[in-house]
């Protein structure tokens, strides 16, 4: 089959001398010992660990979850295994020879594909040759007009999906099938494939830019991690909500300053120009990225995350000012009302005043000046905060007897009257309460100062799992309980307080860190249950495969190398991180499973295609157990490794060696991009 690639053919040569000729096969071999380390220290072809290989690092979670999902797709529709592999380089091979000897190194069943990305620059898409359906021109077609696009963007999730989804197409006929219009046909060409998939992609992005509204528009970190035509849309459709938002908002600002005023609308003026300002940073992005110069897929995706959260802050200025704004219309319809209620609030607390200037008076006699201090002020503080009201209620009577559109300043005046009487009366109500919080304080601050003192030293006992938020609490009830001990005979109020609040940042924190570290025991006694449970599964699948692995195919053998890749992970962490090592422990006692019925069903089927043989002559154990490789299981006829033509199926014991000792397993097309 050929193999596309974009090396040039070399030029005609004269043709070498037998005698040299020969001896190439050995300098070859004498240049490839030589070599060796140099080349096993790169890239270089490998048995894949799982379908989805990122030694290079380039997937996240989200991206990996988008790829597995179009991997497993492809799967159920027409039962073909895509693997991907993103690494750093090839190694200085071409990407056809990569990915041939990866596929042939992991050992891939049949109706398989790779797809290998090196992050350097180059890419291959193979597919092995059973798989029927595709053929190399439209093998081509996926590598170059569906895979390379998408790498040159950066979206190297969006690669491995184009992949997955281009081999699926290829194999669905009716994607691909004249369409009947009316008695006529019309022939989907390359153009029409182009259209449709740019359609697909834009609906895939609009589909995602819906999901990724949801997102924070300040959080950079989840707006980063998006696919770069996901970010594009979500960039167009927050900057236009936005403009939008913001020419509202000029409007409305517009009309409240005719008619309250601009001292009135300071407020949310100040947030409308913050706003303009963000906005017009994100135009400015915005024509960057539409303009003639190119970016990078890496700068283009931070300036769409930049537009992004740029838009979003500009949102929130206004947001921030949205009850307020209401709040100031309303109130001026009600302006007479409110302040008919504010001048009897004067009233009422004025009367008080003079009656807690009389406690304050037999407190004074009662206690020294230092315990009174946070109360000493408060009758004096309360007549001026009174007195400023008189003058604000007088104020807004005076705006409200304006003509309309004048009488904004009727609600400043109400607002600030407001402000004046609840911090009057909170000064009149510290006074009242003064004596019994005073002798409250004296009576329970040495009960107080023991149980912080205690805890204290639980803190100290569980220092080694608080952490920092930890060590944090127990410093500031350490300095809480230095200020109570010296000061609870001189501020018996202030020294309980500051105990008071201590103690219940520090048992916050407390209960946080005995939680935690009950769950973490919790999890390291469910480890070891679900440790012993993953062991006995994945032995009990590798015992299964191993004797019998004559008959076990991909699948079986793929879950099995995972579940032991997770059992190991398991037993690393289990000193060390209980509630990761758990997850490794419960995938693979899940994978193990999947193995074992798979291997299962395997074995069921081969034996149902055995015919029957005579006992003296019955080798089938012996098939099965792997001893010796019955051709019949590879397709037919053929050279066995051990050597010799076996006619029809031959069966000769298994050697060192690959799965092929010659040939390509399959095709392939990839290039630089």
Same mark, same amino acid.
């Given at each position: 089959?050929?193999v596309?690639?974009?090396?040039v053919?070399?030029a005609?040569t004269?043709p070498v001398p ?15 010992l030589?070599?060796?380390p140099a ?8 048995r894949l660990?799982g379908?989805i ?8 979670a989200?991206a990996?979850?988008e ?15 895509l693997?991907?592999?993103?690494v750093p380089s090839f190694?200085?091979q ?6 041939e000897a990866t ?13 290998a ?5 180059d ?10 359906d ?10 170059t007009d569906?895979?390379?696009p998408e790498l ?7 690669a ?12 669905t006929?009716?994607?691909?099938t ?14 029409g494939?182009y ?8 609906k895939?992005?609009?589909?995602g830019?819906?999901a ?5 528009p ?10 770069l035509?996901?970010l594009d ?8 909500d ?7 908002s ?8 005719g008619?309250?005023g601009?001292?009135?609308?300071a407020?949310?003026?100040t ?12 135009f400015e ?12 897929p890496?700068?283009?995706r931070?300036m769409l995350?930049d ?33 008919d209620?504010?001048?009897?609030q ?10 807690c200037e009389?406690?304050?008076?037999a407190l &004074? ?5 230092? =315990? +009174?201090?946070? *109360?000493?002020?408060? #009758?004096?503080? /309360?007549? %001026? !905060?009174?007195?400023?009201a008189?003058k ?7 705006a409200v007897a304006l003509?309309a559109?004048?009488q ?7 607002r600030?009257?407001e402000?004046a009487?609840?911090?009057?009366s ?7 309460h ?10 329970t601050l ?8 205690q805890?204290?030293?639980?803190a ?17 009830a350490?300095?809480a309980l ?9 501020d018996?109020l202030g020294?309980f307080? &500051? ?5 219940? =940042? +520090?048992?916050? *924190?407390?209960?946080? #860190?005995r939680? /935690?570290? %009950? !769950?973490?025991e ?5 480890l070891?249950?679900d440790?012993?449970?993953a062991q006995s599964?994945?032995?009990s ?6 004797t ?11 879950r ?19 509630s ?5 422990a419960q995938?693979?006692?899940?994978l ?12 069921r089927?081969?034996?149902q295609?055995?015919?029957p043989?005579s006992?003296?002559?019955?080798m089938t154990?012996?098939i099965?157990?792997?001893i010796?490789?019955d051709?019949i299981l590879?397709?037919?006829g ?11 199926g031959g069966?000769?014991p ?5 799965p092929s ?6 095709r392939?097309s990839g290039?630089?991009f």
């Open positions: 089959m050929p596309y690639s974009s090396a053919a070399a005609p004269r037998r005698p040299i000729f020969a001896a190439v096969p050995a300098v070859l071999a004498l240049l490839a030589l070599l060796w080349a096993a220290s790169a890239d270089t072809p490998l660990p379908q290989t990122d030694t290079a690092g380039v997937l996240d989200n990996e979850t790829v597995q999902a179009a991997l497993d797709r492809l799967y159920g529709d027409h039962q073909v295994q693997w991907v592999a993103y190694s200085g071409s990407g056809a020879d990569w990915t596929a042939r190194a992991s050992g891939f069943g049949p109706k398989t594909a790779l797809l990305v090196a992050t350097a620059g890419y291959n898409l193979w597919v092995s040759n059973d798989v029927t595709v053929s190399d021109a439209e093998i081509e077609s996926i590598a569906r895979v390379r040159v963007n950066g979206d190297w999730a969006g491995a999906v184009a992949a997955a989804e281009g081999l699926g197409d290829a194999m006929p009716a994607s691909l004249p369409l009947i219009v009316g008695g006529g046909v019309v022939v989907v060409g390359g153009g494939l259209l449709y998939t740019r359609r697909s992609k834009r895939r992005a609009e589909a830019a819906e990724a509204a949801s997102i924070d300040t959080d950079t970190a989840a707006l980063a991690s998006l696919a035509d996901v849309v979500r960039a167009q459709d927050i900057l236009v936005t403009d939008n938002a913001v020419r509202t000029a409007e409305e600002l517009e009309l409240a300053r008619e309250f601009e001292q009135a609308v407020p949310f003026a947030a409308f120009a913050q706003a303009g300002a963000a906005l017009a940073k994100a992005i915005r024509q960057r990225l539409d303009d003639a110069i190119p970016e990078t890496q700068q283009r931070d995350v537009l992004i959260s740029t838009c979003g802050r500009a949102g929130r200025e206004l947001d921030a000012r949205v009850a307020e704004f209401d709040g100031m219309r309303d109130l001026l319809l009600d302006a007479p009302a409110r302040l209620a504010l001048t009897q004067v009233v009422t607390l004025t009367a008080r005043v003079p009656a009389s406690v304050l008076t &004074r006699a009662e206690f020294p000046a230092e =315990t +009174l201090a946070p *109360v000493a002020q408060n #009758t004096t503080l /309360a007549r %001026e !905060q009174l007195a400023f008189e604000s209620i007088a104020d807004g009577r005076d003509p559109g004048k904004g300043p009727a609600v400043g005046a109400i600030a009257a402000g009487l609840i911090q009057a909170t000064l009149l109500d510290g006074v009242d003064a004596e019994t919080d005073i002798r409250h304080a004296m009576a040495p009960a107080a100062i023991a149980d912080l003192e805890g204290v030293a639980a100290g006992q569980l220092a080694a799992s608080g952490g920092a938020d930890l060590a944090t609490a127990k410093a500031a350490a300095e230095t200020h109570a001990r010296a000061s609870q005979a001189t018996p020294s307080t &500051r105990i008071v609040e201590a103690d219940a =940042t +520090l048992d916050a *924190v407390l209960a946080r #860190t939680e /935690a570290q %009950e !769950q973490a919790r999890a390291r006694q469910k070891q249950q440790l012993t449970a599964q994945v032995t699948a590798a015992d299964f495969i191993g019998r692995r004559g008959a076990v195919g991909a699948e079986a053998r793929t099995l190398s995972e579940a032991q890749r997770h059992l190991q992970a398991a037993q690393q962490l289990a000193s060390t991180d209980a990761q090592a758990l997850q490794h995938a693979a006692t899940q193990g499973a999947k193995a074992l019925w798979a291997a299962q069903s395997d074995v089927q081969w034996e295609r055995q015919q043989r006992s003296g002559n019955d154990g012996a099965l157990g792997g010796l490789i051709s590879r397709g037919g053929g050279f066995s490794r051990g050597g010799g033509y076996h006619g029809g069966r000769g298994g050697s060192f060696g690959g000792s010659s040939g390509r397993i399959g392939s290039g630089r």
